[in-house]
């Protein structure tokens, strides 16, 4: 057992032993109490690759990425870097030994700039023991020049969007001089362009010989960027195939254990009425003139890329900011949506995009959770609520949407992602919505339970609700609507029938 | 995890887990059982088995424990409430001098003595909901921190109890306002309260959205649920409950000053957080708060029982209050990571 000081001096040496796998973990074992999170898990990374971990949420990626990266230790099994076995005590120790994690969640202090971001820590200081800031940007500005990055320096962090905020994360990571990077879902909330510029800094990583591990629950993805791909179900290790010898269909068997033989069951559904119509719709300065309409059973996909406005134009229709011009009638009455109170009234439901922030009541139960919109006005009787009622009709609900579970006293903290977009749809369909809107209904969700959310709403587009869908994943968005809008920098580019859309023709539409 | 459709739980029952106030109840009688035993060990008496004592100590709380009831509702929804204990020497002051009796010598407003004890008491809740509606108006429509706002208050109220009769406290109460603050009265009106805010926050809408407000702001918000009015009303509610707070301290003492009820809020909140109550919004209980005031009232009670010097009670007592929660800190990391 080498120590991590030991070996950081070893490295800074220049006389890292050349061993075949850059990094390699063998046997490992991790248990929390009451759930084995890790069990008899392998796994081997090559110099100048990429590696990619599949597997549905709970399945053990984050926890071994977390071994990896020194946030957890093993409790049994070895980590070997380059040949000499380590023990990583804390993500500080990870990365002095040249591991680095780029985070789903971003960890960049907001209020700080992007040079100060970087190179916390490590600062450049003066003669006279100051942070010397001029050397600060001049070596951020370097790096981004090299990964080919147009960020300004000086910008603090919160200014930016969530994209460059990925790219300044990465570019942190690559500032230690890693070997070893991992990723775990990079592109979730990056656009087609964004992604394709993190696919160039990637590869352009693995030619310098780097190890990157790569978390992923696109499968597009996997075969496009990944050498090596290993697959976890349920804590334990399956196998790892080359990229190019496997096939899409056997990674998702290996997934799930179970075939998914139909990704997007899209029924014909009986087009009726106009439910939902919006005329002119503006947000000063966010988008502009806005129109379409809904009917009932029809879903209508609205893509664009990430900051085209589609949120803002959900969020305007639901209330959350009222538009500054513009109409939205509902089953042909003009209504004045100024709250979300007032959208609920109307029968409107609307899964937001990011359940942490506005979706999840994380602290509080499953139960909690899902009859908090439907407690605006059912199941209560001069203030008192309704509770056994409603427990049944919430546990009905729940098996209905097959919540994984075990009661309803469960934290909504302690679920998966997909687990938890369930309860969200759960807390919405309690109120019989007439009007869905849905906000990337299935980011970062896992294959069998997004395949459990697409049918869902084909089920509800049957029953006659009118449904709005905004995705980035263009699969989805194509498989599942009737027509589709595309936005552009707050305005409407152009409205594809589901017969005529496909890929390049919305990103045509997207990007022009 | 399994992913099988045979093997889903089914998600039948709600079981409820232990609650966190039994390890609350737990650190009670622990701090109970060490005043016990160092009381036979150094001055040969019981510290429990003596009616009297405990009697005293729960009424030395009584008010503390009003406050801690609606400073829990303000903590669980993310916020502060530092006005309280100014408020409670503002509503005594003023409902006060509308409860002088007709033979006192110097009343505040000589043509309004000898009143139904009604009017002081209406008067006063009216004035502690005020400063609540001052309070939450000011969170949910300027957007200042609860912090801020309830700190401004704090300030103001008192210095408007100071103002009202330009320092000169209000004696010379009726014997039916004297009345509330009699016997155990203060005890009865403290249970009475933590009942029905403990079923309100349990089982009404009202609870419901505390908790959600609390939560998640935003999901609150998204689902339908109007925060800004919401709040209103729970800072009303805790300015009401510092308002009944400072006519009980008043009727038990007798008379009105306007330095009444300082430090209380920082007792109501160290009652709220000791009972875990959570700073960070969304959990906490008026059971726990219960236990928690009564934690305090040991403590008390137990250093001057074991007569230790006041200065060492207070150090040690600041001790007490971080410690307990560092362990809570401790205890809810504990259960996330499962």
């Known amino acids: ?512 | 995890m399994t992913t099988t459709s045979d093997a889903i739980a089914t998600p039948r029952t709600r079981s409820r887990k232990l609650p966190t106030e039994l390890s609350i109840l737990a650190v009670l009688i622990g701090i109970a059982l060490v005043f016990e035993i160092l009381g036979w060990i150094f001055i040969k008496q019981s510290f429990l088995m003596n009616q009297q004592r405990l009697t005293i100590m729960i009424l030395q709380v009584s008010v503390v424990g009003i406050i801690a009831v609606g400073v829990t509702q303000v903590i669980i929804t993310g916020g502060i409430d530092l006005s309280s204990g100014s408020v409670v020497g503002m509503t005594a002051m003023i409902a006060a001098s509308f409860a002088q009796s007709a033979d006192w010598a110097r009343p505040v407003y000589p043509a309004l003595v000898g009143l139904p004890v009604i009017i002081p008491l209406v008067i006063g809740l009216a004035i502690g909901s005020l400063a609540g509606v001052v309070n939450g108006s000011l969170i949910s429509y300027t957007k200042i921190p609860p912090f801020i706002a309830t700190l401004g208050m704090m300030v103001s109220a008192r210095g408007v109890a100071k103002w009202y009769t330009k320092g000169q406290p209000v004696s010379g109460l009726t014997p039916e306002f004297n009345f509330i603050g009699s016997g155990i009265w203060p005890v009865i009106i403290f249970l009475g309260v933590a009942a029905i805010f403990h079923i309100g926050l349990r089982y009404t809408r009202y609870g419901k959205f505390t908790y959600a407000i609390g939560a998640n702001p935003q999901a609150a918000r998204v689902s339908g649920i109007n925060i800004e009015r919401h709040l209103v009303k729970v800072y009303a509610i805790s300015g009401m409950l510092a308002g009944l707070a400072g006519l009980v301290t008043a009727a038990r003492a007798q008379t009105a000053q306007a330095g009444m009820g300082v430090m209380y809020e920082l007792d109501a909140i160290a009652a709220a957080v000791i009972g875990g109550t959570s700073l960070a919004g969304g959990q906490g209980r008026i059971t726990g708060t219960v236990i928690g005031t009564i934690i305090l009232g040991t403590m008390t009670s137990g250093f001057t029982f074991l007569r230790v010097d006041a200065y060492y009670q207070e150090i040690i007592k600041g001790m007490i209050i971080v410690a307990a929660v560092v362990a809570d800190q401790y205890r809810q990391r504990k259960r996330k990571k499962v």
């Open chain 1, 1 to 512: 057992m080498v120590s991590p000081q030991t070996m950081r001096a070893v490295r800074e040496s220049g006389a890292t032993p050349q061993s075949e796998f850059l990094l390699e973990i063998s046997h490992a074992r991790k248990e929390f109490p009451g759930v084995v999170a890790l069990d008899d898990v392998s796994l081997q990374l090559k110099r100048g690759t990429v590696h990619a971990l599949m597997g549905e949420n709970g399945a053990g990626k984050s926890t071994l990425m977390k071994i990896i990266a020194g946030i957890y230790t093993p409790d049994s099994g070895t980590v070997q870097l380059r040949g000499n076995d380590i023990r990583l005590k804390s993500p500080l120790d990870a990365l002095e030994n040249g591991i680095a994690m780029i985070h789903q969640e971003l960890n960049l202090m907001p209020f700080m700039t992007v040079a100060e971001n970087i190179w916390i820590r490590r600062e450049p200081l003066t003669r006279f023991g100051f942070v010397d800031h001029r050397e600060l940007n001049r070596r951020t500005a370097e790096l981004f020049a090299r990964l080919n990055i147009d960020i300004d320096p000086e910008i603090q962090v919160s200014y930016l969007s969530v994209a460059s905020r990925q790219m300044v994360e990465i570019a942190k990571a690559v500032s230690y001089e890693s070997d070893v990077l991992i990723m775990d879902e990079p592109t979730s909330a990056l656009t087609e362009t964004e992604v394709a510029h993190l696919f160039a800094i990637i590869r352009d990583l693995r030619a310098q010989g780097k190890g990157i591990v790569y978390i992923t629950h696109k499968m597009s993805e996997l075969f496009e960027i990944a050498d090596e791909v290993s697959v976890f179900r349920d804590g334990r290790y399956i196998g790892t195939h080359a990229a190019a010898d496997v096939t899409r269909d056997q990674i998702i068997r290996e997934m799930v254990g179970r075939e998914i033989t139909q990704m997007f069951p899209k029924e014909e559904v009986a087009i009726g009425n106009v439910v939902l119509s919006v005329k002119n719709l503006s947000l000063k300065g966010v988008f502009d003139d806005i129109s379409f309409d809904v009917r009932a059973g029809e879903i209508l996909g609205i893509a664009g890329l990430v900051g085209s406005g589609r949120s803002n134009v959900a969020e305007t229709i639901f209330g959350v900011t009222p538009a500054s011009s513009g109409t939205i009638s509902i089953n042909g009455e003009v209504v004045n949506i100024a709250t979300p109170t007032i959208a609920i009234q109307h029968g409107m439901a609307f899964i937001t995009e990011d359940r942490k922030e506005t979706g999840c009541l994380l602290a509080l139960d499953i139960q909690e959770n899902m009859q908090l919109a439907v407690l605006q006005d059912k199941y209560t009787r001069f203030g008192f609520v309704a509770q056994g009622e409603l427990s049944r009709t919430c546990e009905d609900m729940a098996q209905k949407l097959r919540v994984k579970t075990p009661n309803l006293a469960e934290r909504v903290e302690n679920l998966s992602g997909g687990n938890q977009q369930k309860v969200l749809i759960g807390r919405w369909l309690l109120t019989n919505p007439k009007i869905l809107i849905l906000d990337e209904p299935t980011r970062g969700i896992d294959v069998g339970a997004k395949a459990e959310i697409h049918k869902l709403v084909t089920q509800l587009a049957h029953q006659g609700v009118a449904v709005v869908m905004i995705s980035s994943e263009l699969p989805e968005v194509l498989g599942m609507s009737d027509r589709i809008m595309v936005m552009h920098h707050g305005r409407a580019t152009g409205f594809l029938d589901r017969s005529e859309a496909d890929q390049v023709k919305i990103m045509d539409l997207a990007a022009r």
